[in-house]
């Protein structure tokens, strides 16, 4: 139990490194854009006859701080800030606090992004299998084909196809937007308004379950290609094991190598299918990131990075914690 803890803390303490890093840089990096927002005020204000003083005060409670305080000042204020849990003042949003504009965005990242990576993971892992064990049949050809052609078709294409098909031609699906804009409901767990927010939902999370489907099912096919050779599926076939239990076996030793990457795509989900949440016009962490990067509002941008970068280590961390649990031979 002890040493298990050890390695918690050894994997937190390295996560909270990495996040510092990409903080600190992500925070420079930004600073080095010309033309900053809370110089732009300060500039304004002091235009309109206010004094340095009050138009660095005013200028601040918009953008946090402004560039007329030394570099390093700047950015002892923005660690200070992160360790006290605030994430600075939208500027794109009216002066709301960054951290609720994420809050606000999150829900709509999280339903369609994590809906479509579960159904193509588990569709892809399925079809793998099948692939793989009929490799040599025109079954297993066909979904390997089908497999590499749609891995190959760009997102924002796929999503342009399935608007076209079932928005444009047919009518049968909504385009844009989460709820429908005649509801009259109020948002909450009530059977009108979820029922709403998942059929807007269905194209967002067609693409990508489409977009992550082939990688998903090549990459199980490969594995469980190289676990066909291995001898303990020699042995279960001569003790005459049913072709269920053999592909059980199967199919359990061959989605190990997939688990990293799974769990790494919940951390990164956090970041969005940007070219779909774009596209479906889908309010997510991905197009405030996005919008954020055109309005130049950079208390958001390095928010809506920080969160993607913490997402993306808690994963890495997890994936190592449970690695051991799903996989035996890791813990000898």
């Known amino acids: 139990m002890k040493g298990l803890a050890r390695t918690i803390a050894v994997r937190l303490a390295g996560g909270a490194v990495m996040v510092w890093i990409v903080a600190t840089f992500t925070f420079f990096l930004v600073h080095a854009l010309p033309g900053k927002p809370g110089d732009v005020a300060y500039e304004k204000y002091v235009a309109m006859g206010m004094n340095s003083q009050e138009a660095k005060a005013k200028a601040s409670i918009i953008y946090g701080y402004t560039s007329q305080d030394p570099l390093f000042t700047q950015y002892t204020h923005y660690i200070s800030d992160l360790l006290h849990g605030h994430l600075g003042i939208s500027i794109s949003y009216s002066g709301v606090p960054v951290a609720d504009v994420i809050g606000d965005a999150l829900p709509w990242t999280i339903i369609p992004i994590m809906s479509g990576l579960l159904i193509s993971f588990c569709i892809g892992v399925s ?23 749609i891995a190959g078709i760009p997102s924002f294409v796929i999503a342009i196809l399935l608007i076209t098909v079932f928005y444009t031609n047919m009518g049968a699906l909504p385009y844009g937007g989460t709820v429908s804009e005649t509801l009259l409901v109020d948002p909450g767990w009530n ?142």
């Open 127 to 149: 079809s793998g299998v099948v692939a793989a064990v009929k490799r040599s049949s025109r079954l297993g050809s066909g979904l390997s084909l089908a497999a590499s052609m």
């Open 191 to 332: 059977v009108e308004y979820v029922s709403s927010v998942a059929y807007h939902a269905i194209l967002p999370v067609a693409t990508y379950v489409l977009i992550s489907y082939g990688g998903w099912m090549l990459s199980m096919r490969s594995s469980v290609v190289s676990v066909l050779g291995d001898d303990f599926i020699l042995a279960s076939e001569l003790r005459g094991i049913t072709p269920s239990t053999r592909m059980r076996y199967i199919g359990r030793n061959a989605i190990l190598p997939l688990f990293t990457t799974l769990a790494l795509s919940f951390g990164t989900l956090f970041g969005g299918a940007i070219l779909i949440e774009a596209t479906f016009n889908y309010p997510g962490v991905g197009q405030l990131l996005l919008n954020s990067i055109g309005k130049r509002d950079y208390p958001l941008m390095t928010g809506a990075f920080l969160l993607i970068t913490t997402a993306v280590v808690l994963a890495n961390i997890v994936a190592d914690l449970l690695y051991s649990v799903i996989d035996p031979r890791v813990r000898r």
